[in-house]
C-alpha cells in the first residue's frame, strides 16, 4: 500500500468515523453533565423526604452508576460498536456474580428495606431471630444489637427484614403483667387490697388507666391473681422488680401466704 494509499484510507476514515467521534464526545460530556445534576438532585429529593442518612449515598451511588452504563452503552452506538455481544457477556457477567453474591444482595436488599421503612431505630430495643437488645447500628448489610449485659449480636438484614420482630420502643407506654399466688384459705379480699395499696403507692404507674387486679387461676398450689399496670416505657423493668420484691415483704405482714409447690409423702409399712 502507497502512501498516498495510506493518506486517502485516512482522509475516508476521517470523514466517516469524525464526525461519530466527535459527537460520541459530545454526548459523553453532556451525559456526565447531566448525570452529575440528576444526581445531586435525586440527593435533594432524599434530604427532604427524611430518609436516613446511611442509606443515601448508596441509592445515590446506585443512580448514577446505572445511568453512566446507559451513557456508555449509547456513546459506544453512536460509534457504530455492535451492542449485542457487549450486553450479552454484561447480562451473563452480572447473573454469575448474581448467583455468587446471592446472600449479599439479599441482605444489601433488606438493609436497604430496613432503612427506607424503618421498622426499628437506633436507640430502640427489639426482640428479632432470637436476640433481645438494643439497635446500636443500622449497616447496609448487617444489624448491630448490644444485649443487656454488653454482649454484640450481628444479625443479617436479609432475615431480619423477611422475620417477625418485636419492637418494644415504639410506644410511650407499656403494660406490666404479673402473677400473684395467694395459699387456699387466705382472704382474696385482703390480698387484693394489699396489691392496690403498692400500685398506688408506686409513682410510676400512671393512674389514667385503671389497675387490673383479678382471681386467673384456681392452680394446684395457689389462688393466682393478675395483676396489669401502665408504665411509662423507660419505667418498665424497674416497677416489675420492685413490686415483686414489695409484694414478698408485704404479704407476710397482712398475714398472706406466699405458696410454693409441696408434695406429701406417705410411706405405709407392712
Known amino acids: 500500500m502507497t502512501a498516498e494509499e495510506v493518506i486517502t484510507m485516512a482522509q475516508t476514515m476521517a470523514l466517516e468515523y469524525g464526525p461519530k467521534l466527535i459527537g460520541a464526545i459530545v454526548v459523553w460530556i453532556i451525559g456526565s453533565w447531566l448525570i452529575k445534576i440528576l444526581v445531586n438532585t435525586f440527593g435533594k429529593i432524599l434530604d427532604k423526604s427524611n430518609m436516613d442518612v446511611s442509606l443515601k449515598p448508596f441509592l445515590c451511588s446506585i443512580v448514577g452508576t446505572l445511568l453512566k452504563v446507559m451513557l456508555v452503552i449509547s456513546v459506544l452506538g453512536m460509534l457504530s460498536i455492535e451492542m449485542t455481544s457487549f450486553v450479552a457477556i454484561l447480562a451473563a457477567a452480572g447473573l454469575a456474580v448474581g448467583m455468587a453474591l446471592s446472600g449479599t ?80 384459705g387466705d382472704d382474696l379480699d385482703v390480698a387484693r387490697a ?17 389497675v387490673v387486679i383479678a382471681v386467673a387461676e384456681l392452680a394446684d398450689s395457689s389462688v393466682n391473681f393478675t395483676v396489669r399496670a401502665w408504665v411509662n416505657a423507660a419505667d418498665y423493668w424497674g416497677v416489675f422488680f420492685d413490686m415483686n420484691e414489695n409484694i414478698y415483704k408485704t404479704f407476710p405482714k397482712q398475714g398472706l401466704n406466699i405458696p410454693f409447690p409441696q408434695m406429701d409423702v406417705h410411706l405405709h409399712k407392712d
Open 105 to 184: 444482595l439479599q441482605n444489601f436488599a433488606g438493609g436497604v428495606m430496613l432503612l427506607i421503612f424503618k421498622p426499628f431505630k437506633v436507640g430502640q430495643v427489639i426482640n428479632a431471630q432470637g436476640h433481645v437488645g438494643t439497635v446500636n447500628e443500622i449497616q447496609i448489610f448487617n444489624t448491630i444489637l448490644k444485649t443487656p449485659d454488653n454482649k454484640t449480636i450481628i444479625l443479617p438484614n436479609a432475615a431480619l427484614s423477611s422475620g417477625s420482630m418485636v419492637n418494644f420502643s415504639t410506644e410511650a407506654k407499656r403494660r406490666v403483667d404479673w402473677t400473684v399466688g395467694v395459699a387456699y
Open 194 to 210: 394489699a396489691i392496690k395499696a403498692l400500685c398506688d403507692a408506686d409513682t410510676r404507674i400512671l393512674q389514667d388507666t385503671p
